[in-house]
């Protein structure tokens, strides 16, 4: 039988095996930017359970399902290391607080698993994980069905997800024109077999590499296709709000997303025991708001108006009257701080200068982190608590953060508000908007319309050869990136600046501003600052700052 010390020794056997095989994992990657490490985000967020189950012994199979699910959400890295922890979360949820592992609890915990994941995310994509795990699921229920034991009903979980894995190529094209399956998948199905492993020969995988440590020069993971496809936005308001459940009323959450789907889009529902936490697009909050209170009382209930236009209200950073805090070292565990002001922000970020920058601009913690460095759940918690400030807008300024900061929202003693910046640029302008005299659900409004118009682009170098999205790519080659999407290779730093503004500018344009990197010399710098001021100079203000960013030789906004 399937005790809690076995589950304990399959989970840290899976993470051993996913650490063996992370380079593998990584270099599935199908994005050409160095930025996409899939396998080193996976590993990083199941190595932060392996330390808390290696204290165990003796415990229920349902307490060490809850304490692996509980250290996976504090420490998930980007949307990899997120799902994963969901899927866990629902695995925990499944078996519960029984004693052993069973068939029976093996397939609920993979459908509570899989559940959970395809809840969280915004637009599910087919041929990614999710698909993987679902897959995975059905296999194990049918083989429960069949009356099949503890490792068959597993067995049956590894024979679909290795299925659905070969299959990912089929159902996205980026993925069979790069000849390789998803990234995220296939991590899944390492973490399965490292768990079988035990299960079945009562072996565990030993770990062939040190643990991935979060250095600046680890990179964050794959832009693996779940939830990474975006609509346009075709609703008015945003609403967001959290439901206290009433332990008296017997719904499901899964009932209140149907219905939200019925009214809107983006449509994101998390749930525990507790609380169920609302996010979507849709013309009628009101009626979101009257379905939701039939699950229980509501709390921190933000709505925008996504089409309203604001006028954006600049503060000069100089006068800015907020002192910030000395940056947080994430690295030491660090109390709740007294909470002495209203407000306060905490940015994610890597570079000096651009630290700094934030710092100027009134952000009292920095968390280290963003391209090539994913901070986690609990790096960005440990900010957050250190904020002196009731409630904390927290800006990740990259897309892949984005839902590691949100699980924060319901296990922070401060109101968390998350603004979706997903760029540098956009968490400036964010902050600049920002304005004392409103309130916070008017400066959150506000912040993100003010990100929202904010052209972004990046000069960074291709990881690897590709063939992506229409571009021959070699590796080493100049990589410019309009708003996230890859626009041209240049061999020339300066040429590619010039080319990539020329595509970002319109004549509405007024001010361009330039961070350059750790890898760009101050006398490089000031070339393309002289190249540029003559090419522009006469159409936008330019402004060239030392962000001290690695990876990104050049980012930059227009305005």
């Known amino acids: 039988m399937i005790n809690g010390n076995t589950l304990r020794d399959a989970i840290i056997s899976a993470a051993n095996n996913l650490s063996n095989y992370r380079k593998q994992v990584d270099d599935l990657n199908i994005f050409p930017v160095p930025d996409g490490d899939t396998g080193t985000n996976m ?16 415990a229920t199979a349902g307490k060490v399902a809850s304490v692996n699910a509980s250290a996976l959400l504090r420490g998930a890295r980007g949307n990899s290391g997120v799902i994963t922890s969901l899927l866990f979360r629902g695995f925990a949820k499944g078996i519960g607080d029984d004693e052993f592992v069973t068939a029976e609890n093996i397939a609920k915990a993979f459908e509570q698993g899989v559940e959970a994941a395809y809840k969280a995310v915004m637009k599910p994509t087919e041929g990614t994980i999710l698909t993987v795990a679902r897959i995975a699921s059905e296999k194990a229920t049918a083989k429960y069905n069949e009356g099949g034991d503890e490792l068959a009903v597993f067995a049956a979980a590894i024979e679909g997800a290795e299925e659905a894995l070969a299959q990912t190529p089929e159902l996205l094209p980026v993925l069979k024109k790069a000849g390789v399956v998803d990234a995220g998948g296939k991590g899944f199905v390492l973490i399965l077999e490292g768990m079988m492993s035990v299960f079945k020969d009562g072996v565990m995988i030993a770990s062939k590499n040190a643990a991935p440590e979060a250095s600046a020069e680890e990179e964050e993971e794959s832009r693996n296709a779940a939830g990474e496809f975006e609509t346009e936005i075709t609703f008015t308001y945003c609403t967001e709000f959290i439901v206290n459940r009433d332990s008296e009323i017997k719904k499901e959450p899964s009932e209140l997303r149907a219905y939200l789907e019925t009214i809107g889009d983006c449509v994101v529902v998390v749930d525990d025991d507790e609380i169920i936490k609302v996010h979507v697009h849709t013309d009628h909050p009101g009626n979101a708001i009257e379905n939701a209170l039939t699950f229980g009382s509501l709390v921190h209930l933000k709505i925008e108006n996504m089409r309203d236009q604001h006028e954006r209200a600049k503060h000069d950073a100089q006068n800015a009257s907020k002192k910030p805090t000395k940056s947080a070292d994430l690295n030491e565990t660090i109390k709740p701080a007294e909470i002495t002001k209203p407000v306060g922000f905490v940015s994610v970020c890597a570079g000096d200068g651009i630290a ?154 007024e001010f361009i501003t330039v961070l350059y990197g750790e890898d760009v010399t101050e006398e490089s710098a000031a070339a393309i600052e002289a190249a540029l001021n003559a090419k522009f100079g006469d159409r936008c203000e330019i402004t060239f700052i030392n962000g001290g960013q690695p990876v990104y030789y050049l980012i930059i906004s227009v305005e």
Not at 43 to 58: D, F, Q, Y
Not at 380 to 391: M, R, S, Y
Request: with cysteine; charged share 25%.
């Open 43 to 58: 590993s990083m967020t199941i190595a932060n359970s392996v330390r808390e189950l290696e204290k165990l012994e003796g």
């Open 356 to 509: 700094a920058l934030f710092n100027d601009l009134g952000v009292d913690t920095i968390v280290s982190g963003g391209q090539t460095m994913n901070p986690s759940t609990d790096d960005i918690l440990k900010a957050v608590e250190a904020t002196p400030a009731e409630t904390v807008f927290v800006l990740p300024n990259n897309k892949n953060i984005i839902m590691a900061a949100e699980q924060t929202i319901p296990i922070s003693t401060r109101k968390v508000i998350v603004l979706h910046t997903r760029t540098i640029p956009q968490g400036i302008s964010a902050m600049l908007s920002y304005d004392e005299s409103a309130d916070c659900d008017a400066n959150a409004i506000d912040m993100m319309k003010a990100a929202e118009k904010i052209g972004t682009g990046q000069i960074t170098f291709a990881a690897r050869d590709s063939d992506f999205d229409g571009h021959k790519i070699k590796k080493g080659e100049l990589l410019a990136l309009n708003n996230g999407k890859v626009s041209f290779t240049e061999t020339d730093l300066e040429k590619a600046a010039t080319k990539l503004i020329k595509q970002m500018i319109n004549k509405d344009s």
